[in-house]
């Protein structure tokens, strides 16, 4: 049981300090009606990552340089994926300005590109299924407590600015804001939880008093449960939490719906007595 807390408890950190980031950012995404931004920076930071990777291990003619990383922190191929993540960013906030009807579409169109150009540049790398395969699940379940201290003061900061500095939140701002939090997020827990834990918590509590500490709760919960379930049944967490969230959302959505119904249903009903 020790061993096993030992285990999950970092991976436990890290979930819950990037969704206490995610919630508030994905709430601001839901009210600019831009989606799949999330997936399409997530994927440009990844294909930023990949391509520094792939010029460091052709280069230096080494099988996989970035695991021989003994902090565990890649520098090259992260300062890659930042500096794409960034560019993708600059280009959705031109995109806003200049085309905004436009935007969702281009967003889906990058997505695509960069996912692709993902696939092709790996084409010859024999590891290239598995690093695909992390990009998109992640690997937090092998998360250290060096990952969570080395990667909490960078969220600390996020968060607070975002709360603090409502400014940040408009112009060109968000696009910085989001792709610097996205790129962390993406190498720690992959493209389908980044996408997961900034939609739902946002979608579920739409309409909600005090919507961002509902939000949060619905996140913390997803991260407590599926982590949790992902050890117990020995399965890759990614999928997992991505499933926990989604199966919370529906769960959430379902209740809403036929509580909607009973009270439709009670409004509807006349009162004979007055009759």
Known sequence: MVELLDIVMPALLVGLMVASVHTPLGIEVLKRGIIFIDLAIAQIAGLGYIVVETLGRTVYGQQNHVHSDPTGFALGPSLGALSFALIGGLIFRDIEKHFPKQQEAWIGV???????????????????????????????????????????????????????????????????????????????????????????????????????????????????????????????????????????????????????????GDAGQVDTTKL
Not at 159 to 167: E, G, I, R
Not at 192 to 215: D, E, H, M, N, Q
């Open 110 to 264: 990058f997505f695509v590109l960069s996912a692709s150009l993902s696939i092709l540049v790996l084409t010859n790398n024999p590891h290239g299924d598995e690093e695909l395969k992390h990009l998109l699940s992640g690997q937090i379940l092998f998360a250290s407590m060096s990952d969570v201290i080395l990667h909490l003061p960078f969220f600390i900061a996020i968060l607070v600015t975002w709360m603090a500095v409502p400014s940040v939140r408009q112009g060109v701002g968000f696009y910085f804001m989001f792709a610097l939090t996205i790129t962390a997020s993406v190498q720690l827990v992959g493209i389908y939880v980044v996408f997961a834990s900034l939609i739902l918590p946002a979608l579920v509590t739409i309409g909600k008093s005090r919507r961002l500490l509902w939000a949060w709760l619905f996140s913390g919960s997803a991260i407590v449960i599926g982590i949790a379930l992902s050890a117990m049944l020995d399965a890759p967490t990614g999928p997992v939490l991505v499933t926990t969230y989604a199966g919370l959302g529906i769960l959430g959505i379902f209740s809403a719906l036929v509580g909607s119904r009973f009270s439709k």
